[in-house]
């Protein structure tokens, strides 16, 4: 349904840009009034069709960079281009190829999700003759036919983000900026915005995705950002980063997991001279550690925990996450729980040292 529109002339200054990338924005650098400096040379470069994912925790500056990139705000430095046109002095053309989900729903509670979708027709100029077909098409897409003329105050939040979803599709943008859609939603309701993202994507739609949720861009995304302090830390596939950034995960729970002999596994881990450096963190019922060399070591974990008289009750080796490679490639001085994901967080909290 992505109706991928003709790229604009390029002029002859502007023929160091790629015109086939639904995104290019280079060193974008947003300093609030205050002095905040929340994004700090952000580049992206995003082709037409991928699903591109945008990772940080929050704070990390991910809301102004994409108002950056929807011409909500414009950078203090540096430029952005959507499927062509420059936003700096395209951006009527820009904000005609984009669909913006914020993160507050615009749906209007009032009216139903038929009249909500033909509020959206008229205000981003659809013609009057096509308005019924592509209501129709976007009721279908979000599943949301059989509650089509029922209003939608008493929507779950799920159904209202899906609601909200077709709205910001009723041009058929090429490009779909979709500001963490999924915060706050059950699982359910998660999976099934995941489906319908998915849905659109498949058709052609160019999708950038903001999330705090590292196991949501693994599953959706052809590509991320992790973002911190404004500023882009990795980029590539999910696969690639966790092969690159990622450390396998032992996971040893333990008889008796009282902090007495939580410590004292702690430490006859630590002197295993083969792990170099390796990461140690406590949980509820034992410890974790992340290193390079797990599996050639792990043989070793068992002798040192029974000379050291703490006896294991279970085990587990796994590979590494995306909370894995954001943990490996953030400084561990700024962990606290506003670190991104849930995973993330409980990762954080026990961590002993390095
Ligand atoms: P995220 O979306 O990743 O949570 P934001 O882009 O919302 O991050 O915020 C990045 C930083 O900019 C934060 O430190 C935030 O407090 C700050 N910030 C956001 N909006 C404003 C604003 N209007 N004025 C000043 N600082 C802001």
Excluded at 35 to 57: C, D, Q
Excluded at 181 to 199: H, M, Q, S, V
Excluded at 262 to 291: H, K, M, N, W, Y
Excluded at 320 to 347: E, H, K, N, Q
Aim: with cysteine.
């Amino acid at each position: 349904m992505a109706n991928r529109q003709s790229q604009p002339q390029q002029s002859t200054a502007d023929q160091s840009r790629e015109p086939d990338l639904a995104i290019d924005a280079r060193d974008v650098t947003v300093t609030y009034r205050d002095g905040t400096k929340a994004v700090r040379g952000v580049s992206l470069r995003i082709e037409k069709g991928e699903f591109f994912g945008f990772l940080g925790p929050n704070g990390a500056g991910k809301t102004t960079t994409i108002k950056s990139l929807v011409t909500l705000l414009y950078p203090t430095q540096g430029s952005v281009r959507i499927n062509g046109y420059d936003a700096a002095t395209d951006p009527q053309m820009v904000r005609r190829s984009i669909g913006y989900m914020a993160q507050e729903t615009s749906i209007d509670r009032e009216l139903t999700p038929r009249e909500n979708l033909q509020l959206a027709c008229k205000l981003y100029g659809v013609p009057a003759e096509q308005r019924d077909e592509r209501i129709e098409t976007l009721l279908d897409l979000v599943d949301l036919q059989d509650v089509a003329d029922t209003r939608s105050e008493k929507f779950s939040g799920g159904m209202k983000k899906r609601l909200d979803a077709a709205s910001v599709l009723v041009h058929r943008p090429p490009v779909v900026f979709l500001d963490e859609p999924t915060t706050g939603l059950d699982p359910e309701a998660r999976l099934r915005l995941w489906e319908y993202f998915e849905r659109i994507n498949e058709q052609g739609t160019t999708v950038f995705l903001t999330t705090q949720y590292l196991e949501e861009a693994d599953e959706l995304c052809d590509r991320l950002s992790l973002l911190q302090n404004g500023q882009v830390i990795a980029t590539g596939s999910p696969e690639t980063l966790k092969s690159e950034f990622g450390m396998d995960v032992f996971e040893i729970t333990l008889e008796n997991p009282a902090e007495e002999q939580i410590e004292r596994g702690v430490q006859a881990i630590r002197r295993i001279d083969a792990l170099e450096d390796p990461i140690v963190r406590t949980t509820d019922d034992g410890f974790a550690i992340r290193s390079d060399r797990i599996r050639e070591v792990a043989s070793e974990f068992f002798s040192a925990l029974d000379d050291a008289g703490v006896s294991v009750s279970d085990f587990d080796v796994r590979s590494p996450t995306l909370d894995d490679v954001f943990l490996a490639l953030t400084d561990d001085s700024s962990a606290d729980d506003d670190r991104i994901g849930t995973g993330m967080a409980s990762m954080s909290a026990g961590e002993v040292s390095t």
